[in-house]
């Protein structure tokens, strides 16, 4: 079963689309995701959306 978050969460990070890391973190979030495990959800989306501002504004 596919989980999504609830609708008052802020959106996922995109990730850049050249970036080892971010597509990493992005297949790991999917991971949990598809396992339903929306805390691990959160814990990818912190360090991209971290990485992301540090890497790719």
Known sequence: M???PP????A?????PD????RALAQ???DAYRRGDLSAVS???VPL???SRERHL
Request: glycine share 0%; with cysteine.
């Open 2 to 4: 596919l989980y999504t």
């Open 49 to 51: 959306r971290h990485h």
């Open 28 to 30: 790991e979030r999917a």
């Open 7 to 10: 609708s008052n969460w802020p």
């Open 19 to 22: 970036c080892a890391r971010c």
């Open 12 to 16: 996922d990070p995109k990730p850049h």
């Open 43 to 45: 814990d990818c989306n």
